[in-house]
């Protein structure tokens, strides 16, 4: 089930929270919605979910309008908030029960669902406690399983690792995989390895605006430009007859000595070229040994970083 953001934008008095963004998400894939705190990721969700209205554009669930179906887009999303509201006084199978019929889950299913959501978010251990006994992890989980009770075609979920320790974490982001497979699924977090473990496209929001869109390996590679490549090449002769005969080639555009590490250098390759091939045929022609030839990837966190901040 897709979704369609089409030119929102929310203004609490003179800021813009959300500036006019526009953006898809198609069914089977995991969004990895980022931002610095205040960007307008939260807003955004709460916009979706029909849980806020904006001030202009429009959102789209399988071409039904937020302004004119929003009970019949409540229906079809799960949402696990950032704060993750729980009645801690109830028992979990109780509040399970209580979510899935207010989901409108019929009676003669509740508890299979139930019993469902149970072993999926991992909760039988503490299935008979109270919520508030439970640790924060198992909170989230909880959290977790009202949010996909309803088997709902669009997961969205804000935080949802926050407070997890990290076998927690890698169970959630393996359960998440999972329900991408067969749903939609926008994820917002703060922890960027997670969004590249787990998400096929990354869209990252600042000020209101969104600054980038792709895959992580696509930002990367619009982040870094040309080809960069680490080479250590040893048995050779000396660095200055080493950095002429690799500027020589028709491919390379720059080559840095590393001054720490005789026969090593920081190479870059012209605009739309590799000069891997180029390397390892020179080496092998002037019977150099190549030890190391490896590409530079630009970090998300670097990424992130240099797109979110003044």
């Known amino acids: 089930m897709s979704i369609v953001v089409e030119n929102l934008t929310k203004q609490y008095g003179p800021q813009k929270a959300v500036d006019e963004i526009s953006f ?35 959102v789209k669930i399988n071409n039904l309008s937020i302004h004119s179906n929003p009970e019949e887009i409540k229906k079809k999303i799960g949402y ?9 006084d109830m028992p979990v199978l109780e ?3 209580f979510v899935g019929k207010l989901q ?8 299979n ?10 909760l039988n251990e503490e299935k008979h406690k109270k919520i508030g006994e439970l640790s924060k992890g198992y909170r989230q989980r909880v959290g977790l399983a009202q949010a996909m009770i309803h088997d709902p075609e669009i997961l969205i979920l804000d935080e949802p690792t926050t407070g997890l320790d990290p ?5 959630i ?3 998440i995989r999972q329900l991408g497979k067969e749903k939609t699924v926008i994820l917002s977090t703060h922890i960027l390895p997670e969004v590249e473990a787990t998400c096929d496209r990354i869209l990252i929001i600042n000020k209101g605006k969104i600054v980038a869109d792709g895959t992580p390996e696509t930002l990367r590679k619009q982040a870094q430009g040309n080809e960069v490549l680490r080479v250590q090449i040893s048995d050779s002769e000396n660095q200055d007859l080493l950095t002429s005969s690799l500027q020589s080639l028709d491919t390379i555009q720059m080559v840095d000595p590393v001054k720490e590490h005789q026969g090593a250098f920081i190479i870059q390759s012209k605009e739309g070229a590799s000069s891997r091939r180029a390397i390892f045929n020179l080496c092998v ?14 970090k998300l966190e670097d990424i992130f970083r240099e797109l979110t901040t003044d």
């Open 24 to 58: 898809q998400v198609n069914t089977g894939e995991i969004l990895g919605f980022l931002g610095p705190n205040g960007a307008g990721k939260t807003t955004t969700m709460k916009i979706i979910t029909c849980f806020m209205a904006p001030n202009s554009g429009d």
């Open 80 to 88: 696990l908030p950032e704060n993750n509201p729980l009645y801690y």
């Open 95 to 97: 509040y399970l029960d």
């Open 104 to 111: 409108g889950i019929e009676n003669s299913k509740i508890q």
């Open 113 to 122: 669902k139930i019993i469902e959501m149970v072993h999926v978010c991992g």
């Open 167 to 171: 076998n927690q974490i890698i169970e």
């Open 173 to 175: 982001r393996k359960l």
């Open 285 to 298: 022609k002037k019977n150099w040994v190549l030890t190391e030839l490896t590409p530079i990837e630009t």
